[in-house]
């Protein structure tokens, strides 16, 4: 049990960063994006037997859809329910800079997002982003390239150096 | 291109990035709710093999016999 913890955990920790990023972009408040990412993580235990031995790309594709699928039933639950969504609570949102961030990934098509999210926060090439969505590469930098225009207009004044190149 | 990246991979991961304390602190949260789903599993693995061992002394009304023959 603890040998199978261990390696969960390394897991874990290789994959969390995208599976939260891409839940914040998704769900645009921290403590929806949290249960999402654990949730994702908590069906990625169940199916460890399966998702374990992948890898990591395939990992990164499994746990992608897998995110994806369950923001969606989220979104349909809260639309059954007639939930309003509210402005996020105070608490949700750190800075000014996270703020501006999920409104220039809010402008950005449902798909691009994960893309962007995968390129700048995890910092994968478009081959390796290719693989994980399952799409050419020269799409992923085609897309890349009209997004990364948008995104430098929109977010450059968090240029530490002081604006877009 | 590589400047506009750079720019924007900085600004993502001020802004969307988890820092090492932040990613302690989900796994911690994780691993305490893991802990419960495999206590859960536990438990409901232990009731099936004790009903499924019950189910055959039942049908075959040993159970019964047993409580009468007590009573």
């Known amino acids: 049990m603890r040998k199978a913890m261990g390696e969960f955990e390394r897991f874990y920790r290789s994959h969390v960063r995208l599976v939260q990023a891409l839940a914040r972009s998704r769900t645009g408040e921290a403590a929806a994006a949290e249960d999402l990412t654990q949730e994702t993580f908590l069906r990625a235990w169940r199916s460890f037997g399966e998702v374990g031995p992948l890898a990591p790309p395939a990992q990164r594709a499994w746990l992608v859809r897998t995110a994806r699928n369950l923001a969606i039933d989220r979104w349909r639950r809260q639309q ?8 996020p609570p105070p608490e949700a949102w750190r800075s000014e800079l996270q703020m501006d961030v999920a409104a220039a990934l809010a402008e950005l098509a449902e798909a691009d997002r994960e893309l962007v999210v995968m390129r700048y926060v995890e910092e994968m090439n478009s081959r390796e982003i290719g693989e994980v969505l399952g799409v050419p590469e020269g799409t992923v930098r085609r897309r890349l390239s009209r997004c990364r225009e948008l995104l430098a207009a929109r977010l450059s004044q968090w240029d530490p150096a002081g604006g877009a190149a | 291109v590589n400047e506009r990246d750079r720019m924007l991979t900085g600004i993502f991961q001020r802004g969307l990035g988890l820092g090492p304390e932040r990613e302690d602190e989900l796994w911690a949260r994780f691993a305490a709710r893991l802990q419960g789903e495999v206590a859960w599993v536990a438990f409901a693995t232990a009731m099936a093999a004790l009903i499924g061992g019950l189910r055959p002394a039942l049908r075959a009304g040993a159970w019964p016999a047993r409580l009468g023959s007590r009573a």
């Open chain 1, 80 to 87: 059954r329910e007639s939930q309003v969504v509210a402005d």
